[in-house]
């Protein structure tokens, strides 16, 4: 199989309790940074796909 690269975005609203903003937003970015591979064995080989690495490239907290 070919290799892809796709760049993949998302947006999430996330209501967090903490002393400050300033620390709302650290523990959103570290707690909820990375994602993890969701797909398991049995699809990737229905489908005839595998996910080799999943690298964070942004992960920045905004108020909104």
Known sequence: MKSF???????????????????????????????????TEKEQKEKNFSIEDIEMVHNEAQQV
């Open 5 to 39: 690269k796709i760049a993949l975005t998302r947006t999430y609203l996330v209501t967090i309790k903490a002393e400050n903003e300033d620390r709302a937003k650290q523990f959103v970015e570290y707690y909820l940074g990375n994602c993890p591979d969701l797909s």
